[in-house]
């Protein structure tokens, strides 16, 4: 199993550009999550989706959207990317809905706007 | 939401010494409180979590501590070694939320 796996790695953009960041579980977990990482911020929730057709806000959604797919896929989309965007996002999965289920990270993805 | 401090930002330990990670929040009603490890350039993953019927979890060389009154928790590391260099989150859930907020992070760095 690979567990929870994201594209791309890396990523740059320019100002203005769009582009979305890929999330797959293979462990058959209902929620899924998408964080973004900065230093001395720690992991802030940006949208998740408690079980497949459903998707909501988290701390900080302004300027991001998300799809739920199917069971497996959560994407998270910048529609038009601004430097403050520039973070390392990191999307998770957990079994069930809730604060009490362990979250499985994915590697991360670095993402630089310019 | 829940407002969860994390303190202090960075720790510096001789090997084999303590360390101690204190968190803090804000909602009562907070009942479960899970601990990450990050390593450098790697994926967060659960250590250690407690639930509030219970004041003290162990686990080997990581223990967690839980003060309902004061509305803190604690990650406790005994005899650190250097691959307990990691940056550390700890995270409260907050009334009826259906996720996780996190602290800032410690980064502990443990000195062979």
């Known amino acids: 199993n690979a567990g929870v796996t994201q594209t791309p790695k890396f990523q740059v953009l320019k100002t203005g550009q769009s582009m979305t960041l890929q999330c797959a579980q293979d462990?058959?977990?209902?929620?899924m999550y998408w964080y973004r990482q900065d230093p001395g911020m720690g992991l802030r929730l940006i949208y998740y989706?408690?079980?497949?057709?459903?998707?909501d806000k988290g701390e900080v959604p302004n300027g991001y959207n998300v799809s739920r797919l199917n069971k497996r896929e959560f994407s998270l989309r910048l529609e038009s990317a601004a430097p403050s965007q520039t973070s390392v996002y990191f999307c998770?999965?957990?079994?069930?809905?809730?604060?009490?289920?362990?979250?499985?990270f994915g590697p991360g993805t670095r993402l630089t706007v310019l | 939401g829940e407002n969860v401090e994390q303190h202090p930002s960075t720790l510096s330990v001789q090997e084999g010494d303590s360390a101690v990670i204190k968190c803090t929040y804000s909602d009562s009603a907070s009942n479960y409180f899970p601990w990450y490890k990050q390593e450098l350039g790697k994926r967060p993953q659960l250590i250690i979590d407690i639930r509030s019927n219970v004041g003290e979890k162990k686990d080997q060389r990581i223990a967690v501590t839980l003060n309902k009154t004061a509305k803190h928790f604690s990650l406790h590391i005994t005899e650190t070694q250097p691959e307990d260099s990691a940056v550390y989150f700890c995270?409260?859930?907050?009334?009826?939320?259906?996720?996780?907020?996190f602290g800032t992070g410690t980064r502990l760095t443990v000195i062979p």
């Open positions: 462990m058959n977990h209902n929620s």
């Open positions: 995270a409260a859930p907050g009334t009826g939320a259906n996720n996780l907020f």
């Open positions: 998770a999965s957990a079994s069930l809905a809730g604060p009490y289920n362990e979250q499985f």
């Open positions: 989706s408690a079980s497949e057709g459903t998707t």
